[in-house]
């Protein structure tokens, strides 16, 4: 059984257009994380958010745990090239350091 | 070393056979993951080490896979008598716990591609 589920699966968009990623769970976790992978290498983390409600900033992407702790959201302004990759969700319950990842999603930016 | 290394990075296999993966986690690092990636998807949990225990095998397939950790250091997973279902990039992490409300931070290798035939 997949814990985190990502929306949408593949992304493919224009340069300068903005998008949202989704990761949605019926379970709480304690923290939650924002991971890019591109091909032949393994996942990079780029935030963790431990607060519901937190937004975090990251130069155009911005980061949202929903206020139950139970969602997050990734939203990249003004896409570039360079921002293409898969991205991945991980989060871990209270008490445990087990980090379950979401399903991915694919996304491509067009020059 | 300065990251996670991972050998073999590419192994070719005869379905039966054995294998065995290595991770050479950052040094330090008290954690130790593993996780399996099947082409174009998303992690799928295996195992984790903290030190030389493992507080959950729960991710772990079958009992043709298991791992182990010396100390605080090298970790080897291996699976007997392969299947072809079992073709993937096998992906090992390490972690220290980082500064978000003890949120551990995963720094990945780069991974062991596993193809049986």
């Known amino acids: 059984t997949q814990l985190l589920e990502q929306s949408p699966q593949f992304l493919s968009i224009q340069e300068g257009e903005n998008l949202t990623v989704y990761c949605n769970s019926s379970?709480?976790?304690?923290?939650l994380q924002w991971y890019r992978q591109e091909p032949g290498e393994g996942p990079v983390l780029l935030v963790t958010?431990?607060?519901?409600?937190e937004v975090k900033k990251l130069k155009r992407l911005t980061f949202q745990f929903g206020d139950a702790r139970k969602d997050s959201s990734l939203h990249i302004t003004a896409a570039q090239p360079g921002d293409t990759g898969l991205y991945l969700c991980a989060g871990a319950k209270s008490g445990t350091y087990k980090y379950i990842f979401g399903t991915g999603t694919r996304l491509k930016v067009l020059a | 070393g300065a990251g996670v290394s991972q050998s073999p990075s590419n192994k070719v296999t005869e379905k039966g056979k054995d294998v065995e993966l290595r991770c050479d986690p950052i040094s330090g690092h008290t954690a130790l993951y593993w996780y399996r990636q099947r082409l174009g998807q998303g992690l799928e949990f295996l195992i984790y080490?903290?030190?030389?225990?493992?507080?959950?095998k729960s991710g772990l397939p079958s009992d043709r896979f298991s791992a182990e950790r010396t100390g605080e250091s090298v970790s080897t997973l291996t699976i007997q008598r392969t299947q072809q279902e079992d073709s993937a990039v096998y992906l090992c992490?390490?972690?220290?716990?980082?500064?978000?409300?003890?949120?551990?931070?995963?720094?990945f290798g780069e991974g062991s591609r596993l193809t049986v035939l």
């Open positions: 958010v431990v607060t519901g409600g």
């Open positions: 992490a390490s972690s220290s716990r980082g500064n978000r409300g003890g949120a551990w931070e995963l720094f």
């Open positions: 080490f903290q030190g030389n225990s493992a507080p959950d």
């Open positions: 379970s709480v976790f304690s923290s």
